[in-house]
């Protein structure tokens, strides 16, 4: 275990904003692991793992007034952002507490459109509209702009990294996205799928955990992207499924619309990252075993079914 020290000889104290759910759990645990002071807060709803491992605190994160009652006063060396969505989020924290070091989780639907080799100067905060938003005035990738906006236009003197991830995926991953073309294809229901030949950048839920893990000590400022090595499409996994499974994909018009519809050919590009001495995975070493993973729960559901009636 690292020790980590600030400025004044004490260890390293961190608050994660949100952090209990998904690859927030994966890099509470880094910090942990790290040796870092970590401090979570939540709406205290959900149940974590971390015991007394971390302190707490409790706000409601959309409500001014609650999350200026929970951090006026407060100081800490680093704050992770998990859950700000939009320019009031930013500012509801921004103007109340007191970091050396603010670290936003934005995403790669800030870039409008991604492309091959999608760079962080692809977007700039300055050159847009700064709009005082909550998360129900806009399309998520609208509010996700407008929230680093408010980081570039009104916080420009602020020590703040905005970590953009494409979609991130894992065994643990609640919104069941990949899952959709891995179950539609061994139980041969229709899809509509508008983009199955793109090529897409995914990052894994342990590693995103990881590198904002990473960041925390790191001498960087403004976006940053995170990503792992190579792309993939939809075709692809499409086929490894079937040659896996026996199965045979059907996509029709007249199927279910696909979740990742509506995205471009694009791959992110990670040099800076790189350059700050991070390399990442090859997507390629373990989007098959994740996908072997969710083959293996598919059949087991379908264990479930069939047992039901019997």
Same mark, same amino acid.
């Given at each position: ?13 961190? +608050? ?31 149940? #974590?793992?971390?015991?007394? $491992? ?8 959309? *409500? ?13 060396? /680093?704050?992770?952002? &998990? ?9 509801? @924290?921004? #103007?109340?507490?007191?970091?050396? $070091? ?11 459109? &991604? ?28 509010? $996700? ?30 919104? $069941? ?9 061994? &139980? ?7 983009? /199955? ?12 955990? *990881? ?6 000590? *790191? #001498? @960087? *400022? ?61 997507? &390629? ?5 994740? +996908?072997?993973?969710?083959?293996? @729960? ?5 264990? /479930? ?6």
């Amino acid at each position: 275990m690292v020790k980590y020290r600030n400025k004044g000889g004490t260890t390293v104290n961190i +608050l994660v904003i949100g952090g209990t759910r998904f690859f927030g759990i994966h890099m509470v645990n880094e910090l942990l692991i790290a040796g870092y002071d970590v401090t979570i807060a939540t709406r205290g709803k959900a149940s #974590d793992s971390f015991g007394d $491992k971390v302190k707490r605190i409790f706000l409601e994160r959309t *409500k001014e007034e609650s999350v200026r009652e929970a951090l006026s006063g407060t100081h800490y060396d /680093v704050v992770i952002d &998990k859950i700000a969505y939009c320019s009031n989020d930013i500012k509801y @924290v921004m #103007d109340v507490i007191d970091c050396d $070091k603010y670290i936003y989780m934005s995403s790669t639907s800030v870039y409008n459109p &991604k492309h091959i080799n999608t760079v962080e100067a692809d977007f700039d905060g300055i050159e847009n509209e700064l709009i005082w938003c909550d998360r129900k005035a806009f399309p998520y990738e609208q509010i $996700k702009r407008q929230a680093e906006c408010a980081l570039w236009q009104q916080y420009p003197e602020k020590n703040w990294i905005a970590v953009r991830y494409p979609f991130v995926i894992g065994k643990d991953d609640y919104t $069941k996205r990949l899952l959709f073309y891995v179950e539609h294809t061994m &139980k041969s229901i229709p899809m509509n799928i508008d983009n /199955v030949d793109y090529q897409m950048s995914y990052i894994r839920s342990d590693e995103a955990g *990881k590198f904002l893990t990473f960041l925390v000590d *790191k #001498d @960087v *400022k403004g976006a940053i992207n995170g990503a792992s090595d190579g792309t993939i499409s939809i075709k692809e996994i499409i086929e490894y499924v079937e040659e896996k499974t026996g199965a045979r994909a059907i996509i029709d018009n007249s199927g279910e619309d696909a979740p990742y519809n509506g995205e471009p050919e694009y791959s992110i590009c990670t040099d800076k990252a790189k350059e700050l001495g991070y390399q990442f995975t090859e997507l &390629k070493d373990w989007i098959y075993e994740l +996908l072997d993973y969710y083959i293996q @729960v598919v059949e087991e559901m379908d264990k /479930v079914d069939n047992g039901r009636f019997h």
